[in-house]
């Protein structure tokens, strides 16, 4: 039972920094605005909130700056995205590509240097809980704020008038224009809050998770968060449990491991990915599905009249 809720409790720390990070994506899409620039964004999200942590000695700075790093380089995305209307897909991309040569250059000097020990979180009482305190009250505050920020979400996307707002503008843009909304401004700030967040999720892999530098060290995991956003159905919920999905899947690897399965290790690495390709494939064998589903405005470039 021990193994089991060690086994649970590396899967929610796995699942944090996609759950995130997906969340940010979500935010984006569901103002009609596809961003391929997560893997982008996170790797210069990590590396200034490790550079930040390493010189302060203090993590939260170090989170503070990645949810700075990623706002900015989501800004600049809604500037060439949304502003002069460039191509989505070609610019999330290029963003990707700059993300990952920009993260490298900075990173250089911490490279092989590791952050100070950092405090162990529990909670009073409940952490001594035979399984369950193992398994769910020994993680990093961030672990359940990912979690509060999903239900925040909800709220927001369905109980209030700015969601609202935002959905209309995911929807049709040319209705909210009409209505006298800024569409252009919304989908910006909704691009900043959302590569906030995936800097938030860069910065736990570089902060908490590892936690040290080296370059590339997303390792994939912004495409994954992109086919989370799909395989929730552009759902808060749904997304968080996507996110723990894979991260169990991350962490089953690591657990056959070390039960001595004799099963490649370039096998073993790949699961997280091949699990992605399936739901794609999966998703994709019905695509009313998701059209009824997704945005009816998404990854649709608006001129406003």
Request: aromatic content about 12%.
């Amino acid at each position: 039972m021990n193994e089991l809720a060690l086994l649970i409790a590396a899967m929610l720390s796995a699942g944090t920094p996609l759950a995130i990070a997906t969340l940010g994506l979500l935010i984006n899409e569901r103002v009609g605005v596809v961003n391929l620039g997560a893997e982008g964004m996170m790797l210069i999200a990590a590396v200034c909130g490790f550079a930040v942590a390493f010189v302060t000695g203090n993590q939260w700075f170090g989170f503070l700056a990645g949810a700075a790093a990623g706002a900015c380089a989501a800004a600049l995305f809604g500037l060439l995205a949304v502003w002069l209307n460039t191509n989505q897909y070609a610019t999330g991309l290029a963003l990707t590509l700059f993300g990952g040569g920009l993260s490298a250059f900075i990173g250089i000097e911490f490279v092989g240097k590791k952050l100070a020990e950092q405090p162990k979180y529990d909670w009073p009482w409940l952490s001594d809980l035979p399984f369950l305190g193992t398994a769910f009250f020994k993680h990093h505050p961030m672990v359940y704020l990912a979690i509060l920020v999903a239900i925040a979400m909800v709220y927001l996307l369905y109980k209030t008038r700015l969601g609202l707002v935002l959905r209309a503008v995911g929807e049709s843009p040319e209705s909210a224009h009409a209505l006298g909304y800024r569409v252009r401004l919304i989908r910006l700030f909704a691009l900043m809050a959302g590569g906030a967040l995936c800097g938030v999720a860069g910065a736990y892999l570089s902060v908490v998770y590892a936690p040290l530098w080296v370059e590339g060290m997303t390792a994939g995991r912004g495409w994954i968060a992109l086919a989370l956003t799909v395989f929730a159905t552009w759902r808060p919920l749904r997304a968080l449990m996507g996110a723990y999905l894979f991260g169990g899947v991350t962490m089953l690897q690591l657990y056959l491991q070390g039960e001595g399965v004799q099963i490649p290790a370039q096998f073993m690495s790949m699961l997280p990915y091949l699990a992605t390709i399936v739901v794609l494939v999966l998703i994709s064998r019905n695509p009313t599905w998701i059209r009824t589903n997704m945005p009816a405005s998404l990854g649709k470039p608006f001129y406003p009249t």
